[in-house]
């Protein structure tokens, strides 16, 4: 009897040591994040850590903010280049005009996904140097055409393909340079979007005067050419921290000649960070519920971007406004547009207050802005109400990518952000000529801006209901 129960306490006692040591086993493998021990000890500053948020970092987001004043310039000033064409090309037709014009906007949104993959798979610096040869080698191919049909394929298809490479790449890079500083330097960088807007004629209008259409292009694909030298400044952010270690390794080494004591590195000697492996396509997204959020967000804002500034003018020229004054009206807009993101990245930055709770007031109060911008015939308070609906549009691009970036991991930008670009993209073939269709059979602009306004208001109801999303799907998400 002795003998047996001394057998029962310690097979107890194993059975205790085996599901001990099987819990242990699952702690380790990741099934939980938990453990009866207490947190793990803090992870100790990687040299990848302290490359971060500084130094190297901030020259990557200069060079970025130069190549979106330049790309930038172009899309947001297209309107002024196409004046241009229909002067070189008198009897160009409207339907012709409005192929270029979907080309190169649905081409620089649609496109994203696979251009985003393509920066997973080859880099961001070869993506975005192979979009920069579609531009240069688009307006260089125009000089030869002879047709406005043949400047639909140069002027938009090559240049929205060119501009969509150059612009995920940069989107892809941004979260590898940035953790703690990431909402200020998205935007400083989407910053040069609507100050190159306000810039480009200034610097068009004058050459295309001297030296006419065609030598004006070959100007301008010599400008996109030299872009490509600011392109070879963003490094790759790994190769940024192997030149960090080899330096760090060569100090060590001089520090060290004087005893005749040389070291090297090894991987265990040296603390680097295991990188999370980004993904291509993750079409997971769409069963994701705050993921669907921000889908319903972008179908309701693409009807008002990016044509609503095209309706503002002409609802300005149709109340009235002389040329001078439209084109103040959208100088002023893109200059707004640029200083608001600037001043939302720093906020964001002090942690004022959270990002989703910003995007959302910035969309809803641009919509009742957006409505009211007919309301009036006056300059001074059409230019006021247009100053609101920028509010929604800097609001938008300065803080989406970060939001994604906070809810979906830096190593998924390229999808989380693709698929919601290419969704734009395939709306800006369908928003704009409904909208002027409208106007067309109503005879008023009322009804167009109304529908805008409505669209950009819910996109931002869409964005406030993520935490009762969250909740109602049981997901623990933390809305920064």
Avoid at 225 to 240: K, M, N, T, Y
Wanted: aromatic share 12%; with cysteine.
């Amino acid at each position: 009897m002795e003998n047996k129960q001394k057998f029962l306490a310690v097979d107890s006692k194993a059975f205790e040591g085996d599901a001990e040591n099987e819990k242990k086993k699952s702690w380790s493998e990741g099934d939980l994040v938990l453990s009866e021990v207490g947190p793990p000890p803090p992870r100790r500053a990687t040299i990848a850590d302290e490359l971060r948020d500084k130094g190297y970092a901030w020259l990557v987001v200069a060079v970025m903010f130069i190549l979106n004043v330049i790309t930038a310039g172009y899309m947001k000033s297209f309107g002024v280049i196409y004046n241009a064409i229909e002067i070189a090309y008198p009897h160009t037709s409207a339907t012709a005009g409005g192929v270029m014009v979907a080309l190169l906007s649905g081409c620089r949104n649609f496109l994203t996904p696979a251009f985003g993959a393509a920066s997973v798979h080859f880099g961001a610096r070869p993506v975005m140097m192979f979009g920069i040869v579609l531009c240069s080698g688009g307006l260089f191919a125009s000089f030869f055409c002879e047709s406005v049909a043949s400047l639909a394929l140069t002027l938009g298809a090559m240049m929205g393909a060119g501009m969509c490479a150059e612009g995920i790449g940069q989107v892809v890079v941004m979260p590898e340079y940035f953790r703690n500083k990431k909402e200020l330097a998205n935007s400083i960088r989407v910053a040069g979007h609507p100050l190159g807007g306000a810039a480009f004629p200034f610097f068009f209008v004058p050459i295309f005067e001297h030296f006419g259409l065609k030598l004006t292009f070959i100007i301008l694909s010599a400008l996109f050419a030299q872009l490509g030298v600011f392109v070879f400044l963003i490094r790759p952010f790994s190769v940024h921290v192997k030149m960090a270690e080899v330096k760090k390794l060569r100090r060590e080494n001089a520090s060290r000649r004087s005893s005749n004591y040389q070291i090297t590195m090894t991987d265990d000697e040296v603390l680097q960070e295991k990188p999370i492996k980004a993904k291509k396509l993750d079409l997971k997204l769409f069963s994701n519920p705050i993921y669907l959020t921000h889908i319903c967000a972008i179908v309701g804002l693409s009807a008002a971007l990016p044509h609503a500034h095209y309706f503002v003018a002409v609802y300005g020229k149709s109340i009235g406004f002389t040329l001078e004054q439209n084109s103040i009206l959208l100088a002023y807009q893109s200059v707004f547009d640029g200083v608001t993101r600037l001043i939302l990245g720093y906020v964001l930055d002090r942690r004022v207050f959270k990002k989703t709770h910003c995007l959302a007031t910035c969309l809803i109060v641009a919509g009742i802005g957006t409505t009211a911008i007919p309301a009036s015939t006056d300059f001074w308070v059409v230019l006021f109400n247009f100053s609101i609906f920028s509010i929604g549009s800097s609001g938008y691009f300065a803080i989406i990518n970060v939001i994604l970036i906070d809810q979906f991991g830096g190593h998924n930008v390229a999808s989380s952000w693709g698929f919601i670009r290419m969704i734009q993209g395939a709306l800006n073939f369908i928003y704009p000529p409904l909208l002027g269709y409208l106007m067309d059979v109503t005879g008023s602009c009322v009804l167009t801006f109304i529908i805008m306004g409505i669209g950009m208001s819910c996109a931002g109801l869409f964005i406030a209901s993520q935490p009762l999303v969250a909740r109602a799907a049981k997901i623990d998400m933390t809305f920064y």
